[in-house]
């Protein structure tokens, strides 16, 4: 039952991490934002946000995942913690670009703003 168990973890574990995967190369493959229609902008940004989400779900499972599945440790480890970086650099260009270029401000400075004035 233990092994049984075990097996139904790791295999659950195992599509997860390939569904991280999998929104990690939909992000990688987005289009250049400056390049893009208005309709790809916004996909892109969902996208994005979408794998960042999916990033911040994963994150704090990694370390058992590795201790209890050393095979998953040797088959993802390294690409998962890669993408983890540049998922985070994908979400900060993504938002610089929509602060910069479309004039879309970020939450935290709405909300700094909204302070200011009340």
């Not at 493959?29 to 940004?45: I, K, M, R």
């Not at 990033?55 to 590795?66: E, K, N």
């Not at 993504?94 to 709405?110: D, K, N, S, T």
Request: charged share 25%; net charge negative; hydrophobic share 45%.
């Amino acid at each position: 039952q233990e092994l049984l168990s075990r097996q139904t973890k790791r295999s659950q574990w195992a599509d997860i991490l390939e569904q991280f995967h999998t929104a990690f190369d939909n992000a990688w493959n987005v289009p250049d934002f400056y390049t893009a229609s208005p309709n790809e902008l916004h996909a892109a940004f969902d996208v994005i946000s979408d794998a960042q989400a999916k990033a911040a779900a994963l994150r704090p499972h990694l370390q058992s995942i590795w201790r209890d599945h050393e095979d998953l440790a040797q088959l993802h480890r390294l690409r998962i913690e890669s993408q983890l970086k540049s998922i985070a650099y994908m979400a900060e260009d993504a938002r610089q670009f929509q602060e910069l270029e479309l004039g879309i401000p970020c939450p935290a400075a709405v909300r700094a703003m909204a302070e200011e004035i009340s």
